[in-house]
């Protein structure tokens, strides 16, 4: 079993609707959470953190669920520009980052 | 300000050579990290610098590599007698320091192909 796992989609959205990634991680001891974004053929850029209080930062949301190792993104609104791959990334008690393959998105107009 | 560099952006050798890719990270970052990535994959940790010292070395998989940090910022991975399986995105970050809230900043990458 993968340490983080997600469903490596692609999701084929229209914009302006609403999509939601999720992902699992098998360490409880895990301690910080991230999603990431890479477009293709780039580097991976933090997107946002993930808090157990659950966050907001514009269109996006980000949910913790310690008890079920889950991690959920929403994003609302969906743009053009949103189409990319989205990884959730587990730091784990050795401080490494343990990533997810990644959830590849599609906006379509 | 300038973000991480590496170099080059992309390396084909043949199987049997050696490789060393460089890594220049953000000025004042003490931690720098090496990851691997595979096409359809997410990064896959490698090692951990905090300053000069290797502070994480677990994921290098085998001897044949090797990376060094000599005066705490630019980081070299080497790899010797490269095989076929060697070829991969290798990606390099910095953060201002190792704790688990300090978002680690990417460089570009080195698109390593062995032929």
């Known amino acids: 079993r993968k340490e983080v796992e997600q469903d490596p989609g692609p999701f084929n959205v229209p914009e302006g609707a609403t999509v939601a990634f999720n992902c699992t991680y098998s360490?409880?001891?895990?301690?910080?959470f991230f999603w990431y974004r890479q477009d293709c053929r780039k580097e991976p850029k933090l997107l946002m953190s993930?808090?157990?209080?659950?966050n907001e930062d514009g269109r996006f949301t980000a949910q913790l669920n310690r008890a079920s190792q889950y991690i959920s993104l929403l994003i609302r609104d969906s743009k053009l520009s949103d189409s990319a791959t989205y990884l959730c990334?587990?730091?784990?008690?050795?401080?490494?980052?343990?990533w997810g393959a990644g959830t590849k998105l599609i906006i379509k107009p | 300000g300038a973000g991480v560099s590496q170099t080059p952006s992309n390396k084909v050798t043949e199987k049997g050579k050696y490789v060393e890719l460089r890594c220049d990270p953000i000025?004042?970052?003490?931690?720098l990290y090496w990851y691997r990535q595979s096409l359809g994959q997410g990064p896959e940790f490698l090692i951990y610098?905090?300053?000069?010292?290797?502070?994480?070395d677990s994921g290098l998989p085998n001897d044949r590599f090797f990376a060094v940090r000599p005066e705490g910022s630019v980081s070299t991975l080497k790899i010797q007698r490269t095989e076929r399986g060697d070829s991969a995105v290798y990606l390099c970050?910095?953060?201002?320091?190792?704790?688990?809230?300090?978002?680690?900043?990417f460089g570009p990458g080195t698109r390593l192909t062995v032929l």
């Open positions: 000025s004042g970052h003490t931690a």
């Open positions: 990334v587990v730091r784990d008690s050795n401080y490494q980052l343990i």
């Open positions: 360490n409880s001891a895990s301690q910080s």
């Open positions: 970050a910095s953060s201002r320091g190792g704790g688990s809230l300090d978002e680690q900043f």
């Open positions: 610098f905090q300053g000069t010292g290797a502070a994480d």
């Open positions: 993930v808090y157990s209080s659950g």
